[in-house]
């Protein structure tokens, strides 16, 4: 037990973490106490907000018991930079070890929960149209093999319309464009997406390198309306890059812009998102934009701030994160 404080003694606070790890004994005890397991979440999400609300506790108690665990250790697990955490040497040591300890019992849990029949249950999900033309159908395919027992409602609408029924609580976890998410939503997995046209082969600007709005302003263009979220990104450009604004065909499908863009006359403004299988057989083209200053469009997966998923679609949840995370998204930055 420490000694009393004498009055007028200031207690010095000790350096965190300590300079040497407890000994194996006590650190066993350490390990078995929840640090090991907000240390998990931490290190997987790379986010104590979103470990915070995945464990539905608060952030300071995951914060307290990462800081007992590096303590104990005698070593830093994270490297704070900023807004954003990376896991130092020792933090990768550590979580590699540790998922091998935990896998054995969230396998039991799993099969424990299969026996008890919770893994039936049903899965809200809203989309834009780009995303379910493209990856959503592998992505729920994939799913569905492996959970055959959870119901999935899907729907296909405009990116604004995915945040407003996430808000709602209408859907449990939206795909879509979004620039500047409301306080009330969580975009947990973010790709930035280079904006460009989408044309044919044989289309004058095919061959073109650091393409221009303007230069596409002198050939057909086709360009979404404004309920497609990439409208808003160009809108300014559009009128910028030309004294007169000519004829342009504006549609609210990405289906018809990359229909379009097939036919040959037309360029498409859009990402190569919902394009990528046209692009990839070579019946279409991808040409970034250049125009100084032109953004990003920003592709995620949005759940709501502040509320745990169900167990359904928290499984769903998870394993569209790790879907997309296996692969590189066509234009992202």
């Known amino acids: 037990m420490a000694a009393p404080q004498k009055p007028g003694e200031t207690r010095q606070t000790p350096d965190r973490p300590r300079d040497s790890a407890l000994s194996a004994s006590l650190l066993a005890r350490v390990f078995h106490q929840p640090s090991l397991l907000y240390f998990n979440a931490v290190a997987t999400h790379l986010s104590i907000r979103e470990a915070a609300r995945r464990l539905d506790i608060a952030s300071s108690a ?100 995915v945040v407003e029924r996430l ?28 904006i460009g046209a989408v044309m044919a082969p044989s289309h004058p600007l095919a061959g073109a ?22 409208r808003e990104v160009i809108e300014p450009f559009l009128r910028a890059s030309a004294s007169i604004l000519p004829a342009l065909v504006e549609v609210d499908s990405i289906r018809m812009l990359v229909e379009l863009a097939l036919g040959g006359h037309y360029a498409s403004i859009m990402t190569p998102i919902g394009a990528q299988n046209e692009i990839a057989e070579g019946r279409l083209v991808f040409r970034e934009l250049t125009d100084s200053g032109l953004p990003t469009n920003r592709f995620g997966i949005m759940v709501r701030a502040g509320g745990a998923l169900h167990l359904a679609p928290a499984i769903f949840f998870d394993h569209a994160k790790a879907y997309f995370e296996g692969f590189a998204l066509p234009g992202a930055v």
Do not use: W
Request: charged content about 30%; hydrophobic content about 45%; overall charge positive.
């Open 62 to 161: 995951i914060t307290r018991q990462v800081a007992h665990l590096e303590d104990a250790l005698g070593v830093a697990l994270f490297i704070r930079e900023r807004r954003r955490l990376r896991l130092s040497p020792a933090g990768e040591i550590l979580f590699r070890h540790s998922r091998r300890l935990s896998a054995p019992m969230e396998a039991a849990v799993s099969e424990i929960e299969m026996l008890r029949g919770v893994r039936a249950g049903a899965v809200r999900i809203a989309a834009a149209e780009s995303v379910g033309l493209s990856f959503l159908p592998r992505l729920i395919t994939d799913f569905g093999r492996r959970y055959p027992r959870l119901n999935l409602d899907v729907s296909i609408i405009p990116s604004s319309e």
């Open 167 to 194: 808000t709602d609580e209408r859907i449990d976890v939206g795909f879509g464009f979004i620039a500047k998410p409301p306080r009330q939503i969580d975009v947990a997995f973010r790709r930035d997406l280079s």
């Open 209 to 230: 390198r650091g393409l221009t709005m303007r230069q596409c302003l002198e050939h057909p263009l086709a360009v979404g309306k404004p309920e497609i979220s990439i």
